[in-house]
């Protein structure tokens, strides 16, 4: 049976993602004011550290500038630069812009003979969590996309509903993961099963 509490998000982490929602989806926007220490704390009970650590979250990855004596002031939210961006998608194109199906669910396989990358004994041993997806950009299907993640601490990930859905928000927000770099590869086949005339993205994502 698997621990929850390990995978409990810290409280400045929820306090995190919360405020990053809210500034996402326009609750706050550029030039405004986010609510005083005092505020938060008193609204989500939780300590000025907690808060602090949340704030500086924000502050660093540029939803926020704070001012000294004026308080956290919300910027433009940071974009990607472009659908292959390490941001994701979601946040290079936009929530109202993009939508995602699930064409093959999350399950666990074996991985491929012939990986693209080196795998360690235990990623070899403990497979592969495989799905594929149709991306749209504005109703118009751009892009299929076949996920492979390492089936390592990602407990009932194959339950989660990927419709719809930033992958990297899933990791970030449940599972503690941020994608913070590392290799991507485009390559160009004859398609089969797949929609024909979509650009096809290998997406393996083996080191968090």
Known sequence: MVNQSAYQLPRYRELYEQLRRHIEDGIYGPGDLLPSENELCAVNQVTRPTVRRALDLLANEGYIKKHQGLGSVVQNPPKGIGILSFSGTTSAIGKENLKTDAIVKPYVRPWPDHFIFDLTDIERESGCIYFERLRYVNDIPVFYDLSYLPNINL???????????????????????EIKGGMQYIEAEKAHNQPSGLLCLFNPLLQY
Do not use: G, K, M, V
């Not at 990930?157 to 990927?162: A, D, E, I, V």
């Open 155 to 177: 407990p009932r990930f194959t339950s989660r509903n990927l419709n719809n859905a930033s992958l990297f928000d899933i990791l970030r927000e449940h599972y503690r993961i």
